[in-house]
């Protein structure tokens, strides 16, 4: 494993309900983030336009609608998100090839147990998956708040 996806608690329980909620079927989304931040931030459940336990299809429209709002707010996809209902969480070969953004987590959550969930996040790209360490956080804190907090002279 190398790299790690941190995530507030809040969004990896609105993923994992989305998930329960869709199940049959499989739930899509994304994670939106300011540009250049890998924090995802923005919960953005989509619709799966396949409607379908095997396989999930964000709808051309939506998804357009959605790049052309995170463009307006300086955002980027930071997790993509779907969910298995049968199988383990992890890229099916159909997941690898749709695989458009190199710089997004890919979080797969497996409903195939009723009273638990597996949560895992890879990096996938140019059909290479990699997985990657989940940090989950209550909130993010910030090293340096930007401010110049010395006393006037």
């Given amino acids: 494993m190398c790299g790690v996806l941190r995530i507030r608690r809040d969004l990896v329980d609105a993923i994992v309900a989305h998930a329960r909620r869709d199940h049959p079927d499989e739930a899509c989304g994304v994670i939106a983030g300011p540009e250049g931040s890998d924090r995802p931030e923005r919960f953005i459940p989509m619709l799966n ?29 930071v997790v993509i998100y779907h969910s298995h209902t049968a199988t383990e969480a992890y890229p099916s070969r159909t997941d690898i090839s ?20 597996e949560f ?16 989950i956080l209550e909130s993010y804190m910030f090293a340096h708040t930007g401010r110049d907090d010395t006393p006037d002279a």
């Avoid at 895992?120 to 940090?135: A, K, L, N, P, Q």
């Fill in 49 to 77: 336009a396949a409607r379908s336990p095997t396989f999930y299809e964000f709808d051309s429209g939506d998804l357009l609608k959605l790049y052309r709002e995170m463009d307006a707010n300086g955002e980027v996809p």
């Fill in 98 to 117: 749709l695989a458009q953004e190199p710089d997004a987590h890919y979080v797969l959550v497996s409903t195939r147990d009723p009273h638990e969930h």
């Fill in 120 to 135: 895992r996040s890879y990096r996938i790209v140019d059909g290479v998956v990699t997985e990657e360490s989940v940090e």
